[in-house]
């Protein structure tokens, strides 16, 4: 059976999702409260530089290329998603409870710090960076309503219902990410589908764990496709008809990063390069994946750090072609 390769509804309903969000007026209080030196506010954010580089050396490895405040404000981000996602995979006794405690908490006016809570330095530096790149909070919701799904929702029927998924645990990311490095008019809609792009590569990279933990991403309407089933995916076995699945997944995959390349260029230049050397890096699994037969059960496909080197090398070469060349024109 032959699928159609991309639903163009669903870009729709996301892009509605990223319209309602961006409409929404921005909270202004963090920047009021500290001084971007003071010694409180710089602990909290090296402590999400830490936390950044101890989760994805890759993401810590491509926002070494923007500058200090961009940086550091991008890294705050990026320690509130793990925060937010630690609640739920992490094996916290009350996930929901928790979650929603969260969000009360990125709506206080004034964040609190507890010494002995480490989180809430995280969210001091978080807000700082929210309140300073005028970051509309509906965002954040929106990126806890999609970490909050994991804890009721373990299968996605269709694409289109997944790609509500990736927009609410990684296009929201997008989206604050780019407020943050400065943009031009049109860029959401490359931003949307950058987000569903990458998380994507992660619901491939990781079929092995998230079946292990419960839950299954891939569409089911796309494995019934190809002849498969959920039993196929418990008994692990890579045959023809799982590699021809994994084909479809990573030909769509991969011409969705190609759709959403055009949108760094609306992007700031001081942010361009650390978003094109993300986005390099993280399509780089999907060739591990091919490598090794599509087997994502027995092992966790990564990027080596030779690959990077030779991925970001290859990348600098398309930037300074193209990006620097006829789209910046």
């Not at 990311?173 to 407020?179: C, D, F």
Request: aromatic fraction near 10%; charged fraction near 25%; charge should be neutral.
């Amino acid at each position: 059976m032959v699928l159609e390769s991309v639903n163009q509804d669903w870009e729709k309903s996301l892009l509605a999702l990223a319209r309602e969000a961006g409409d929404t007026h921005t909270q202004a209080y963090g920047s009021k409260n500290y001084s971007p030196e003071s010694q409180m506010l710089l602990n909290a954010y090296a402590l999400c530089e830490a936390m950044t580089a101890q989760y994805s050396h890759s993401f810590h490895l491509a926002t070494t290329l923007m500058p200090r405040a961009k940086r550091q404000a991008v890294r705050a981000l990026y320690a509130f998603c793990r925060l937010a996602d630690n609640l739920v995979d992490d094996g916290h006794e009350q996930p929901g409870p928790a979650l929603d405690q969260l969000r009360e908490r990125i709506h206080q006016s004034k964040p609190m710090v507890d010494k002995n809570d480490p989180s809430s330095d995280i969210l001091l530096a978080w807000d700082d960076a929210r309140t300073r790149h005028h970051i509309p909070i509906r965002f954040a919701d929106q990126l806890l309503d999609g970490v909050e799904r994991d804890l009721y929702q373990a299968r996605y029927a269709s694409f289109e219902e997944l790609a509500v998924y990736c927009y609410g645990v990684a296009s929201t990311v997008g989206l604050m990410s780019m407020r943050i490095i400065g943009f031009k008019p049109g860029a959401t809609p490359y931003a949307v589908k950058m987000g569903v792009a990458l998380q994507l590569t992660n619901i491939l990279r990781d079929v092995g764990e998230d079946w292990r933990e419960g839950r299954l991403y891939l569409p089911l309407d796309e494995l019934s496709a190809f002849g498969l089933t959920e039993q196929d995916v418990a008994a692990q076995h890579v045959d023809k008809r799982w590699r021809a699945l994994m084909r479809f997944q990573i030909a769509r995959n991969r011409r969705l990063y190609a759709e959403a390349w055009p949108g760094i260029a609306s992007l700031d230049p001081s942010g361009r390069l650390a978003v094109a050397a993300a986005a390099t890096l993280y399509r780089g699994i999907l060739d591990d994946i091919e490598a090794h037969d599509f087997d994502v059960f027995s092992r966790r496909a990564y990027v080596s750090e030779w690959n990077k080197i030779k991925l970001l090398l290859r990348m600098y070469i398309i930037y300074f072609k193209y990006l620097r060349g006829s789209m910046l024109k």
